[in-house]
């Protein structure tokens, strides 16, 4: 008899063991399942990143290489309004201005000594009756009219007989020179105004 409840225990013990294999099987089965999403969403987050990084790239090459948008800030260039000074003549334009009477300073900007002699009296001018118009002699477009050595002619009658050597100061009335001053001290007396 030991031998059939041995038997029947046996049985049972087999039995019991299936059981536990099937339910052992069904687990792996699950998580099999679970690994296998698993996976898959864990394929699908890296392909995510995958185009996120390929897509950022694209962009920083676009940015630098191509529209260079991302450098905007360091090249950026700033413009300014540039200013105009009426009171600016060129030499062959001194015969032609529409004033009835007006003075005319020709003096040579790139001379240091000249420049701020003319620009103290042409700043002490400033807002007298008479205009006062001036003609940078250092610039190529007076180039012709400008002659240190030449001989001038203290009465021109167009822009074809003027010469300036010096800093001169010519009164003009209806177009035609009334006065000519080449004598620095006589300059400033003229363009210092009289005092009221």
Known sequence: MLKKKDKKKEIKEVKNEKKEVV?????????RMSNEEYDKIKAFVFLIIIIGVFAGVLFFINGNLVTK???EDETTTTTTEVEYDETLLTADSVFNVKDKTYFVLFYDESDEDEKSFAEEFINKYNGSKTPLY????????????YDKNGTENIKPTSKDDLLITRTTLIKFKKNKVVSYITDK??????????EE
């Not at 339910?23 to 998580?31: G, R």
């Open 23 to 31: 339910f052992i099987t069904k687990e792996l089965k699950q998580s």
């Open 69 to 71: 948008d991302l450098k």
């Open 134 to 145: 001036k003609v940078n002699l250092g610039n190529l477009m007076n180039k012709k009219y």
């Open 185 to 194: 001290n006589e300059i400033g007396k003229t363009l210092t105004p009289e």
